[in-house]
């Protein structure tokens, strides 16, 4: 089996969740790194090719070109079809991010391959038949399977996947996939949000208030104790509803989905919306003051207490550690 592999970066940076799917793609092809390649698609990207040394990947097809630095699905295809044109293979991985939701799709259409997306679990190493995602919310497990021959597309879910070192330790081959951009499309600007912001979805660690926060400027508790835990911080729909968070920190069905190793929930009831975006966190804490809400019903360690009171002293405790 041969596996190519969507390798996103932004800003010059690879998104870790990228190793996982080569670590998937180093699992299905036997920890061959021959017979995994990659793609890098971006403005001066061949530099990133040698941070995949021992990554379990053969070669790297690089796009590299002033005109690929902001994502444009159009021209990211046109590099993905090719790439796939010059390596065929029989199964492209990608991550479930904003981005590989919007370019798998397109991609499959092209390509006209089948694709499964946002897997949690891969099903039969040996073919690649399927595999399992969430599905209503979070409410079932769903097995999902490919029908028929050719091309088969994934996307999987971020922090989900463990990491393993793949075969060899050679930095990849690099060929060049670079071509004329497609200019149907064109990025004219991208708007970022607040700076040193740790993506919610590469997080390991995440808290999160809700709308017991109570004002923009209360999310202040939180950020501080995420400064000492190195995490992510994030919100509910009803805060960010209210104007207390910006969108893009909103976790839910309707907001980003994520998968960290430890996600602190801070004055939120546990609607199953909110529920949909945290639910598979490897261990969940609840900070509330209602001990009948539904987030304790989701949660490995529960707090029936104050926000306010909580947070502050949970941050001095562990900055304490930190500083032991």
Not at 74 to 93: G, H, K, N
Not at 167 to 194: C, F
Not at 216 to 236: K, M, P, R
Not at 270 to 284: D, Y
């Amino acid at each position: 089996m041969k596996a190519l592999v969507f390798i996103e970066q932004r800003d010059g940076r690879l998104k870790s969740s990228s190793c996982e799917a080569l670590s998937v793609a180093a699992g299905l092809c036997g920890d061959s790194p021959g017979q995994v390649a990659g793609v890098l698609i971006g403005r001066d990207v061949a530099p990133l090719v040698s941070a995949l040394k021992g990554k379990g990947v053969g070669k790297v097809y690089v796009a590299s070109h002033d005109d690929l630095e902001h994502y444009n699905s159009l021209s990211y295809t046109r590099v993905m079809e090719r790439a796939v044109s010059a390596f065929q293979p029989d199964v492209l991985l990608g991550m479930a991010t904003p981005m590989g939701r919007d370019l798998f799709p397109r991609l499959a259409a092209r390509l006209d391959a089948g694709l499964l997306t946002d897997l949690t679990a891969i099903c039969d190493d040996q073919d690649f038949s399927g595999g399992v995602k969430p599905m209503y919310a979070g409410k079932i497990l769903a097995r999902v399977r490919y029908q028929g021959s050719g091309l088969k597309m994934a996307t999987l879910r971020p922090n989900v996947f463990p990491l393993r070192e793949g075969a060899g330790d050679a930095v990849p081959e690099v060929l060049d996939v670079s071509g004329l951009k497609d200019e149907r499309l064109q990025t004219i600007e991208v708007r970022q949000g607040r700076g040193g912001q740790i993506d919610l979805a590469e997080a390991t660690r995440v808290i999160s208030g809700g709308r017991a926060m109570g004002n923009a400027e209360n999310f202040a508790v939180l950020h501080a104790c995420a400064e000492v835990l190195q995490a992510a911080v994030g919100a509910s729909r009803a805060a960010v509803d209210a104007g207390y968070a910006s969108h893009d920190m909103q976790v839910g069905q309707t907001g980003k989905t994520v998968n960290p190793g430890l996600y602190i929930a801070c004055g939120i009831s546990g609607a199953i919306q909110h529920l949909a975006g945290m639910k598979t966190s490897r261990v969940i804490v609840a900070i509330n003051t209602d001990p009948d809400a539904a987030i304790f019903s989701v949660a490995d360690y529960g707090i029936v207490a104050d926000l306010f009171e909580a947070v502050p002293l949970l941050t001095e405790k562990l900055r304490a550690l930190s500083d032991s």
